[in-house]
């Protein structure tokens, strides 16, 4: 302990004011504890100033103005591109300018108290934190430590790679400029759909991916997503690896890949993946391990309790990105409100031992029913198992899949292309997933979420009848062709 440090004493100390911990905070302060929250950055965390916002922020402009170019009628009047500048203003307005008073107002009034610094444990139930302004603080925790620290991205092992300054989703995301010419690596959501979004400002991209294109999603969906990659002129070098990367004279990038060529780019974007950002945070000292990769990751349970916590009570948590479940937001904030609930009911003796499946301090859905929308142009949404993983999950499962044919997408836009697939476990006649694949698509999904969530037997989903003329009917067509 610094001989400086102010000491105080809190119900829960949440490590990292991202969404998901902003969320567990709050849950817990409504459960009638009191919380503190520590942040080393912005508070908002990934998703406002970095991550979902501003991605989103950069492609929606291009998918309404394709929108309007595949409508006759509204062609007619579209005569010019995106106007880029306009794109990266509006980008910077919702990111709030990187300012973070908007949430940190909103902690304040949620009855969270907030420290800025860095934290680490220092012992069970400890935390010691660093201040940004040179203070030092050292929070004890009555009840749980809740680690919300985030995700870090992958470094690959490329030859070259470690000496450049290349960009990762950060510096894309915040971009102040659209370079002439953007190399991306990697081939999952984030490079997808920053590819796109650079394309449609201008960008001449290639996208160099090892495997394929969003290769966890069904090939049908992802081969959509890749044809619109394409039309906007992103060049995909698929089943490609980077050798070696360098910089040249001219301050240009080469990429030197595996099927002999080189790729030169003013910016490349390395988007290869992430891991728990749970490096210096004292976890070693409590008997935690790094894996083979040398990150260190932790195993939680339906609470969000990490198994193998010294001591004899529950009080480790880690949700969000930091338990590295699923890295949506969306999902992360599902565990804050379970973990928030169950830390909560735990200590006023409302909650002992294992809650039951389903319940509000259960995070059940994070292995049933995980949604999540790629938000290229077309869209991808998904949600759930997919064939091969529900089989390889021992479900007797069948699919059924059709295009997108009916008369809400011909009605949206011209050459409509869209891709529909449900997964049906045989034995209970229910969904165990659902994927769209299409413009405008991601609205489509909540209904499925429920579906799977709710069980819903098929021949009561049957009297779910989608409004006409929308591109809700493909359920329909989904459930006629699969024999009801
Ligand atoms: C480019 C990109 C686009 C994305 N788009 C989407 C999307 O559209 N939809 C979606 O659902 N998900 C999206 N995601 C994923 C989403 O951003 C993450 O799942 C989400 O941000 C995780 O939230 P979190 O609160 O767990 O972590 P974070 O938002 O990373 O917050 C963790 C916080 O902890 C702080 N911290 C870390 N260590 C310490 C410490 N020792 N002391 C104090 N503070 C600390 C960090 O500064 C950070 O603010 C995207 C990700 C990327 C990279
Ligand atoms: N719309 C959204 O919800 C959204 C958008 C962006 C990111 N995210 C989240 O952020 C996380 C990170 O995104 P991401 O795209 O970086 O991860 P990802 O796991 O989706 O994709 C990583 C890609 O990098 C490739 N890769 C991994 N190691 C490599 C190597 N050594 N060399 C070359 N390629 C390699 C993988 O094959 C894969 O294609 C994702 O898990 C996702 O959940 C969500």
Not at 13 to 25: C, H, L, P, S, Y
Not at 205 to 234: H, I, K, M, Q
Not at 414 to 439: C, H, I, M, S
Request: a negative charge; one cysteine or more; glycine letters at 10%.
């Amino acid at each position: 302990m610094m001989p400086d440090a102010v000491e105080r004493e809190f119900d829960v100390v949440v490590i990292g004011a991202g969404a998901v911990g902003e969320n567990v905070a709050d849950r817990v302060v409504q459960g009638g504890l009191t919380a503190v929250l520590v942040e080393a950055e912005l508070v908002g965390g990934e998703c406002s100033y970095w991550a979902c916002m501003p991605s989103k922020a950069l492609l929606r402009p291009g998918t309404a103005l394709h929108g309007a170019q595949t409508t006759p009628g509204a062609k007619e009047a579209v005569t010019r591109t995106l106007d880029a500048a306009a794109v990266l203003k509006r980008r910077d307005y919702m990111t709030a300018n990187w300012q973070d008073d908007g949430q940190v107002s909103w902690v304040k009034e949620a009855g969270i108290e907030l420290v800025r610094g860095h934290a680490w444990l220092t012992a069970a139930k400890s935390v010691e934190v660093a201040g940004l302004d040179g203070t030092s603080h050292r929070l004890r925790a009555r009840q749980a430590v809740v680690l919300a620290t985030g995700s870090m991205p992958n470094t690959p092992p490329i030859e070259g790679l470690q000496d450049l300054q290349v960009w990762g989703t950060r510096e894309a995301t915040s971009a102040k400029e659209v370079p002439e010419r953007l190399a991306v690596l990697g081939g999952g959501v984030a490079g997808t759909e920053l590819a796109q979004a650079f394309a449609r400002l201008g960008s001449d991209v290639t996208l160099v991916a090892r495997s394929g294109l969003l290769r966890n999603f069904p090939e049908e969906a992802a081969r959509l997503v890749a044809a619109g990659l394409r039309a906007d002129g992103v060049e995909l070098r698929l089943n490609t690896a980077t050798e070696r990367i360098s910089e040249n004279d001219d301050g240009t990038f080469g990429l030197a890949l595996s099927d002999g060529s080189t790729v030169t780019a003013n910016k490349v974007l390395v988007s290869t993946g992430r891991h728990p950002a749970l490096e210096g945070l004292g976890l070693e000292s409590l008997g935690f391990e790094p894996d083979k990769d040398g990150h260190l990751v932790l195993a939680t349970d339906a609470t969000g309790l990490v198994v193998g916590t010294p001591g004899d009570e529950p009080w480790l948590y880690a949700v969000g990105d930091a338990a590295g479940n699923n890295l949506y937001t969306h999902q992360g904030k599902y565990e804050a409100r379970a973990t928030g609930d169950a830390i909560a009911a735990r200590a006023k003796g409302e909650l002992k031992g294992a809650p039951a499946e389903w319940s509000r301090y259960a995070q059940t859905a994070n292995r049933h029913a995980v949604p999540g929308v790629v938000f290229t142009d077309p869209e991808l949404a998904s949600v759930g198992r997919t064939l091969e993983k529900a089989r390889e999950e021992g479900y007797n499962a069948s699919s059924v899949e059709l295009p997108i044919q009916v008369a809400g997408s011909s009605l949206h836009s011209e050459n409509y292309e869209g891709w529909a697939q449900l997964v049906v476990d045989e034995d209970r006649k229910v969904l165990l997933g659902a994927t769209f694949a299409g413009p405008d698509v991601a609205e489509l999904l909540h209904a499925a979420t429920i579906a799977v969530v709710g069980e819903v037997p098929l021949d009561r989903l049957w009297h779910a009848v989608p409004s006409y003329p929308t591109i809700s009917e493909v359920w329909l067509r989904l459930l006629e062709k699969y024999g009801l």
